[in-house]
């Protein structure tokens, strides 16, 4: 039977061959513990809900753990950008954050989606306060967002 693999793994070292098969049995591992445990996003299976500027001014409901995701448009290669004035550590962590381009053109100064992730720690009510281009103030903001979250301890 040893004879047959012979030919598969010609010109290779047993030694090396082993070290190669026992490689690639543990990335597999590691892959199937990623997919299983990690949705596309890279985050875990809690509940995500997700606001816009449209929500500015808005109470939403989430449970501890679960992610809130505040999706924002900004031009970022202006310096025009959405910089957080209030984020309660104490209940939200922020986890991520990214942009996408929303238009297929790519145009330089062109407006993209920024996207922000805040996981829920712990119950309670809490406010979001982002300011966009407040390097001058709070004051001087040309654009605000506000959201009060309450985190409750269970889904419902």
């Given at each position: 039977m040893a004879r047959r693999c012979i030919p598969y793994l010609q010109g290779t070292s047993?030694?090396?061959?082993?070290?190669g098969l026992q490689l690639l049995g543990i990335s597999i591992v590691a892959l199937l513990f990623l997919q299983c445990?990690?949705?596309p996003s890279g985050i875990s299976e809690?509940?995500?809900?997700?606001?816009?500027?449209?929500?500015?001014?808005?109470?939403?409901?989430?449970?501890?753990?679960?992610i809130l995701q505040i999706e924002l448009v900004g031009t970022p290669t202006t310096v025009y950008?959405?910089?957080?004035?209030?984020?309660?550590?104490?209940?939200?962590?922020?986890?991520?954050?990214?942009?996408?381009?929303?238009?297929?053109?790519k145009l330089e100064g062109a407006p993209v989606l920024g996207i922000w992730q805040v996981r829920a720690k712990k119950a309670g009510t809490t406010?979001?306060?982002?300011?966009?281009?407040?390097?001058?103030?709070?004051?001087?903001?040309?654009?605000?967002?506000?959201?009060?979250?309450?985190?409750?301890?269970?889904?419902?």
């Open positions: 047993i030694p090396s061959a082993r070290r445990c990690l949705s809690a509940g995500m809900v997700t606001v816009t500027k449209e929500d500015t001014g808005h109470t939403v409901e989430i449970a501890v753990g679960d950008w959405w910089h957080f004035d209030v984020l309660n550590e104490a209940y939200l962590e922020l986890i991520n954050k990214e942009t996408r381009e929303i238009s297929a053109e406010s979001i306060a982002m300011a966009y281009r407040p390097w001058e103030g709070r004051d001087k903001a040309i654009d605000h967002f506000s959201l009060t979250v309450h985190i409750v301890s269970e889904r419902r």
